[in-house]
């Protein structure tokens, strides 16, 4: 996995894409919206593949079995805000900062962490059965913004916490009360 150093720590460059946890056993894969709304209601550990984009839950995340290869991590809300923190330094201070040096745009100010607008999915508090069976009907937010798990140790029963940035207004935010079902991407960091 190809990672750039943005500060103190090495980011990889691409979203993280894997079908196993870290021992082999087989992740749980959504094929339809039911199957997504089951696992988030009984808190199972779930992926859902929509076009080529591996959204996790934060079951997965947080399974004894693990998802990160050795050597590598999902970053913490503390190395996101550090993140924020160390682009804010580098191109100027302000919330609005990050998401131009973090997009995939080609460009001078483009530092290589090639974000991809793949919105998110919801959980079973907000996927209703109005949407149709399509599972392209649930990814939220697509080629608006995107969602990265912070790793959360400290798992509160119901929320985690999550890094956005939305596409048109480059605001970046840290979500503490973020649904523990909800898929979204997940970017790692090398140890």
Same mark, same amino acid.
């Given at each position: 996995?190809?990672?750039?150093?943005?500060? !103190?720590?090495?980011? +990889?460059?691409?979203?993280?894409?894997?079908? *196993?946890?870290?021992?082999? @056993?087989?992740?749980?894969?959504?094929?339809?919206?039911?199957?997504?709304?089951?696992?988030? *209601?009984?808190?199972? &550990? +779930?992926?859902?593949?929509?076009?080529?984009?591996?959204?996790?839950?934060?079951?997965?995340?947080?399974?004894? =079995?693990?998802?990160?290869?050795?050597?590598?991590?999902?970053?913490?809300?503390?190395?996101?805000? !550090?993140?924020?923190?160390?682009? @804010?330094?580098?191109?100027?201070?302000?919330?609005?900062? &990050?998401? =131009?040096?973090?997009?995939?745009?080609?460009?001078?100010?483009?530092?290589?962490?090639?974000?991809?607008?793949?919105?998110?999915?919801? @959980?079973?508090?907000?996927?209703?059965?109005?949407?149709? *069976?399509?599972?392209?009907?649930?990814?939220?937010?697509? @080629?608006?913004?995107?969602?990265?798990?912070?790793?959360?140790?400290?798992?509160?029963?119901?929320?985690? +916490?999550?890094?956005?940035?939305?596409?048109?207004?480059?605001?970046?935010?840290?979500?503490?009360?973020? &649904?523990?079902?909800?898929?979204?991407?997940? =970017?790692?960091?090398?140890?």
């Amino acid at each position: 996995m190809e990672s750039i150093l943005i500060g !103190d720590i090495n980011w +990889c460059n691409k979203d993280f894409k894997t079908l *196993k946890f870290r021992n082999g @056993d087989n992740i749980p894969q959504a094929k339809t919206t039911d199957d997504w709304i089951e696992a988030s *209601k009984k808190h199972s &550990p +779930c992926l859902f593949i929509i076009d080529d984009t591996y959204y996790y839950n934060h079951f997965v995340l947080n399974d004894r =079995r693990g998802i990160a290869p050795e050597g590598y991590s999902i970053p913490n809300k503390t190395q996101w805000i !550090d993140l924020i923190n160390f682009l @804010d330094s580098q191109f100027g201070p302000g919330n609005n900062i &990050p998401g =131009r040096y973090l997009s995939s745009k080609k460009g001078d100010t483009n530092i290589g962490f090639n974000i991809k607008w793949d919105g998110r999915i919801g @959980d079973h508090n907000n996927i209703t059965y109005k949407y149709k *069976k399509d599972h392209n009907e649930i990814v939220l937010f697509k @080629d608006k913004q995107a969602f990265f798990w912070a790793q959360n140790k400290n798992l509160s029963k119901d929320f985690a +916490c999550v890094f956005w940035i939305d596409k048109k207004s480059k605001i970046t935010d840290i979500d503490n009360s973020y &649904p523990l079902g909800c898929g979204n991407l997940i =970017r790692l960091i090398k140890n």
